[in-house]
């Protein structure tokens, strides 16, 4: 029998894949639930689920709120189509690659 205090890991995936599958499989089964009974309790913080809502956020960041929704649009002009915006977008992005990436 082998003392498994002084074998390394990665001596034990050396032997593991000299088996058939079947056999690694067989050890894997064998081995798993004495590795889970080891792993700290993982329960998932609830609170987590209960995040802030949108005006907590805004508020937490400190995002004012918006009093001239014509700001949101920028300098687009109104005359010019949702698909001249997406190509002078793709232009833009194509010119100047190291400042979109940033």
């Keep these: 029998m082998v ?9 034990v995936l050396q032997l593991l894949r000299q088996l058939p599958p079947r056999d690694r499989l067989r050890v894997v089964a064998e081995v798993l639930p004495g590795l889970e009974q080891a792993l700290p309790d993982t329960r998932p ?3 987590f689920w209960e995040g802030a809502d949108m005006q907590m956020l ?3 960041q400190g995002v004012p709120p918006v009093d001239d929704l014509d700001a949101l649009l920028g300098s687009w002009p109104e005359d010019e189509s949702v ?3 997406m190509a002078a977008v793709r232009e833009c992005r194509r010119q ?3 400042e979109v990436s940033a």
Aim: charged content about 40%; proline content about 5%; hydrophobic content about 30%.
């Design 45 to 47: 913080d609830l609170g």
């Design 96 to 98: 100047n690659p190291a």
């Design 83 to 85: 698909d001249d915006f």
């Design 58 to 60: 805004a508020e937490t």
């Design 3 to 11: 003392d498994t205090r002084t074998v390394s890991a990665e001596r």
